[in-house]
């Protein structure tokens, strides 16, 4: 399997270097950019896994989330340079419903099919609902809400702050669970259940891999971006479904890779810190970063998501916690997940 | 106590259909109709604890709400055929409200005045709690939300959609209680509670009179339907009063007297299996069936409600969650649900 | 500092008496009366403390509220009688949002900066919690949503009705609480932690203390409240933003205080019953009671208030609960929750 992956890698690269500089057609470039895009992605998951053995989940699914979000930042600056911000605020959107959902979904239910009951920390569970109620339901909500009696001028000063206070208490986070808090919450089990597993390559290698491979995605990505209008007038797709659907599930195919992996190894807590943290990471970081990046840019981008976009993020937000309190999962909670998600799909399709 | 809902049942059925031969006054008939169903119900809620002390509390509520739903669901067929979908989504609005804020509370409130605390599975409830949220804050929500820019068409198209993915996975969901996880999350102490009880009726027996018990509840039922228009007449209350709140209260009376009598036992396994249990057989089964069949029909219903109608679902299914979630419960969250009720019934009266 | 604070106090009551004889400049008496009243408010978390040292946390928690509650409830009759619904309104709303958000949020903040990991009572928290939804969320919503599609009559009668259940449920809720369930919900671990402590005043001297500080909060709080119009014109702030934020803090200062005393010394149970449950007594009985108190004045008060405000009220209360719900708190879910407020204020500040 893994020697597949190094093949389609050391084709798909090549390829769509050639592909966009002859100008192949989109069709062909969207299926190279694709099968390309999630064989490298497995790598990222491979790199994950082996940093997580050596590090602890949380360091690996941070790691992993951070290197599959540089991508969508990248990305997402060129599109706001470009002036799309209905295309930027949808991706976001994209991005948390399918980190939240598909990837969530798809761990819960291929790890359920093989362990009949899996569980992950339901301290981490906690603060992470916490901050995804924090995050989606007032400091995206709030600016909605307030800015329909504002102007443009308010509602960017609204925007900003709500950014900066986002920024700052995710750093915050950051800091309770890596250093002040770090194992003031690990659950007796955690010990017994690492058997000392041999991570399959050195710290040193593997950060060099998710290095790499981010930036061989990040290329890649964007011949697949390119790729995307051509191919939504083909098959009749709008807008706002490319942005939301087809952005989100090419731009998070590293944590879908390797949340699943971990989640079929039954290492939740692995898997679940990747789809949630990097839904955090989305809704906290890159997002309030993007609107303040884009001050500096042609056209300001405020924090004000269309009313489907929001109650599409806040309903997955609810679903999720509802579903993920309890610190258990089982493959009917992932086909919950994965229903929603299509119901959402459908929406956007339609729209 | 059960001899007179014996004769009760023995004079109420004839009267019933003398009266509709002989044209007999709406208000005598609502008033021999309310008692007789009534009467009726209590079979149904004794079968129904035969059915449970044999069979487990899951397959007794879930064979409780199936008979209970039944009713509606054929009422509903013939409202449909007469193109009267507004008061079919009012009594689809108004079987969940009922279930859940009026049989779960007079549950929890009746149950809790003759023991202190009551204990039922906190992995029924989670689980509950998911689908409630999936159901009604994500599928309801969101054609709600998009059909707001949305022609005709495509608002049909989305209600079908969602519709077939709610109805597999409430089966999916059934497929996992009562086969791939049964028993996987039974507790320990369920079987220290269950005493060798004796069940009033064979198996057999009890299936048999929940059958002719849901038929003669049909055949009064409508009867009783016919005289709400003049009732509500007299009464000045509005049709959507009458869906919401009278429909309703009248159409789940078998699992208002089922739940009741099993909460009064202590057996709130059972109780809560029937009111949320049966919330979720209306809004993942009977609804989205409802849509389906509607296509067939004259006029086809999407599944769109009122605001109100949404709003008072949405937060009855937060408030039952946030009561419920403990796996305890006492006669204050039973009084709390059954205020939340009451002020939506005054709402709906007042509109 | 309990000498600073009484020599404040000598100084201040007798100052804000001459300043509203002799018209001092409003940011004097600003100055001024702010000080006062925080000094004041110091002697009710003392008093406060000492008969939750006899009386246990509920009643030490529901005293405070009370006490803190009276002269808001005072001022509230006032502005009702002026006609200035808005500003009743906006102050409600500034009590829910500053006791969970802010006494909430400083509590959290504060004691986790000197214990790693705090516990209260999770059977209160949960209690809390169905309450808050059912107040909040079910209360509050309805009328609102309802009330769209109704005249101002029919609102009222809506509102009236609402709000006579709601004390009779707070009411309901109380003799849970201290008489039915009184022990129920006793946690083995409170025997323990109580090593024997002695109250700093007898419970007759800390009433008395509690029932002159509140009379003299009352007092300087309502010259304080004079200087806003002519500190928010000097400052550039709207009456929305006094309503809800100034008015808010000066007038919940005896909870602040209480509540972050108690935090300090690790009593979570009577921190979060004075935040939690100020904030259900200010939903639950002050603001029905002022309802029907609008009744007998010149224009009568409906219980609905402006959209922002309800949206920041609701989302509130699902951040508390997802934050409250675990029965543990850090400072970063304080600082959570303090960030929140800081975003709801800047909305509010420039609405």
Sequence with gaps: ????????????????????????????????????????????????????????????????????????????????????????????????LGNLLLVGGLSFF???????????????????????VFAVIVAFVIPEIFSMSMNETKTLQLSVGISVIMIVLYLAGLFLKLVTHRGVYAHSEE???????????????????????????????????????????????????????????????????SAILMAMKNKMDVAVEIAIGSTLQIAMFVAPLLVIISLFMPTAMPLVFTVPELVAMATAVLLTISVSSDGESNWFEGLTLLAAYLIMGIGFYLL
């Design 1 to 96: 399997m893994n020697r597949i992956f190094t093949s389609l890698v050391m084709l798909g690269v090549p390829l769509t270097v050639a592909g966009s500089l002859l100008h192949w057609s989109s069709i062909s470039m969207f299926i190279i950019c694709s099968v390309t895009v999630i064989a490298i992605s497995s790598f990222m998951g491979r790199a994950t896994e082996s940093i997580a053995i050596v590090s602890g989940p949380r360091i690996g699914g941070l790691l992993n989330a951070t290197f599959g979000n540089a991508v969508e930042l990248i990305i997402s600056i060129f599109a706001l340079k470009a002036g799309l911000i209905g295309v930027v605020l949808a991706s976001l959107t994209g991005s948390v």
């Design 110 to 132: 291929l790890g359920g099919l093989k362990f009949k009951r899996q569980k992950f920390s339901i301290h981490d569970a906690r603060h992470n609902s916490g901050l995804l």
């Design 191 to 257: 010990g017994s259940v690492t058997e000392h597993e041999e991570p399959e390559w050195s710290k040193k290698k593997a950060l060099t891999i998710l290095v790499l491979a981010t930036l061989a995605v990040a290329y890649v990505s964007e011949s697949l971006v390119h790729t995307f209008e051509a191919v939504g007038e083909q098959f009749g797709w709008s807008e706002l479904f490319i942005g939301v659907i087809i952005v989100a599930i090419v731009g998070n195919a590293a944590e879908h890779s």
